[in-house]
């Protein structure tokens, strides 16, 4: 997570925005997973949502997506149940640059983007790159899928489109604006039409969502974007599993 300091205002804490993110990030989890549920987390570091994933969904099958080795590593040994993926989710398969933020490994990412500080220490090595749809099992249906890439979100998701299309799962995604993604040669456009126009999805503020509130249009997406940087698609506001005692919508949303 690192989209910090992009289109924001001043007068919001960064710090304290991102953990309000991930308090939403693990309410929508604990909203739409049963225990059997199944998960993708693009952009995974050291399992922070990972671990939720496999919290509330024990029996579930979890497939965690990290390129940075030693991030993968620690990953692997706290989380030996996940299937760790040790590459950066793409549209093409095969070794690709990779910029490696060593002073603030959030913001590491297949291409340079806007940092915060302008003292950043960077580094150049090499990742391995996937297309999630070669590598997720056909016969699984996705409950749920986080996404933290820095800008790489239209290539990640364009590699997983079938996945996608099959399971529709809720998908929680970081997204910073044209800025952040500009070296991948993509914008919000291009991903507001990806998921809204290819796949039908409604996008949400993370709160939104969870409340049963309706979706975001285009415009107000891209005001959303002057302070948010964390949102939901997914197919409708309320959430998925009717099943689920803890997700069914308040009475006044009901019938």
Known sequence: MGVTGVNQPQAIDPAQLNDEYDRLTVQIIERVCTATAASIDIGAGVGEITRHL?????????????????????????????TLIRAAA??????HSFVHVVSNQGYSGLYRRPYDRPDETLRQITVDTVRLDEVIPSDVDI????????????????????????SLPVIVFEHGGDRVMSEYGTTTDDLWSLL?????????????WLAGR??????????????????VAAERPTPVRTSDPAS????????
């Open 214 to 231: 309706p979706a975001m249009d285009r415009a107000a997406f891209a005001t959303a974007l002057e302070r948010d940087w964390y949102f």
């Open 54 to 82: 496999v919290r509330v969904a024990p029996e579930g099958r979890h497939f965690a997506v990290e390129p940075l080795p030693a991030l993968a590593d620690e990953l692997a040994g706290t989380l030996p149940s996940v």
């Open 143 to 166: 409950d749920l899928v986080k996404v933290d890439v820095e800008g790489g979100e239209v290539v990640a998701l364009r590699g997983a489109l079938r996945t996608l299309r099959r």
């Open 196 to 208: 809204v126009g290819e796949l039908g999805y409604q996008v949400f503020t993370l709160p939104a």
């Open 248 to 255: 069914s919508p308040p009475p006044e949303q009901r019938g």
């Open 90 to 95: 793409a549209e093409t398969t095969g070794p």
